[in-house]
């Protein structure tokens, strides 16, 4: 079992900077794919981000794709998500997942969840 809390979400402007963080119970993060995904009011969940278990491997959205990066510290059991220039679309609920296999995009193949934090940016 393994518990995610997720922190560092705001109220923001366009153009601004967040770091979010999301922290991970149990002595095994390392062997775990770790992704972000963002709900936003009215929409579907959308993948952000994922990183492989080492962090040699990221993988992003098109629509993040050189504003945001994704990172781990697996000695902290911490995943991080920089975003950078962000954007009023940007807006939403922000939620880290865990799986044990490889990365894919698809929320439905990860295994544990954390609550969301939310992300707000103003224009």
């Known amino acids: 079992q393994v518990q995610l809390v997720e922190s560092g979400g705001g109220l923001v402007q366009a153009g601004g900077s967040l770091r979010l963080s999301c922290a991970a119970s149990?002595?095994?993060?390392?062997?775990?794919?770790m992704g972000w995904f963002r709900q936003a009011p009215g929409k579907e969940r959308e993948f952000v981000a994922a990183i492989s278990w080492s962090g040699g491997g990221t993988y992003y959205a098109d629509s993040v794709k050189g504003r945001f990066t994704i990172s781990r510290d697996n000695a902290k059991n911490t995943v991080y998500l920089q975003m950078n220039s962000l954007k009023p679309g940007d807006t939403g609920v922000y939620y880290c997942a865990a799986r044990r296999r490889g990365v894919t995009m698809t929320g439905d193949s990860y295994d544990y969840w954390g609550r969301g934090a939310q992300v707000t940016v103003a224009s």
């Open positions: 149990g002595r095994t993060f390392s062997s775990y794919v």
